[in-house]
């Protein structure tokens, strides 16, 4: 059975880099492509030697985008 994941992909000073992060594994690529492929291949041999993380589950994954200010300060400690 196939398992669904995340790939956040960014582009770097000269690569795309590829974020997996349900199990936390990255891998990076000249083109989009190429960062996805290497990433699919570092997510197989990561579960290959680590196996599943426990409380994985195969459920769609949300994704959306946030906007927060620049640098961003809190005016008061919060304890």
């Known amino acids: 059975m196939d398992m669904k994941l995340t790939a956040i992909i960014k582009k770097g000073e000269k690569q795309y ?15 989009i492509e190429e960062a996805i492929k290497n990433l699919k291949e570092a997510i197989e041999l990561h579960l290959e030697i680590m196996g599943l993380p426990e409380g994985l589950n195969n459920e769609e994954p ?18």
Do not use: M, N
């Open 62 to 79: 949300i994704i959306t985008s946030i906007e927060v200010a620049d640098f961003a300060k809190t005016t008061k400690v919060i304890g």
């Open 17 to 31: 880099v590829a974020l997996c992060p349900e199990i936390d594994v990255v891998s990076q690529g000249i083109t």
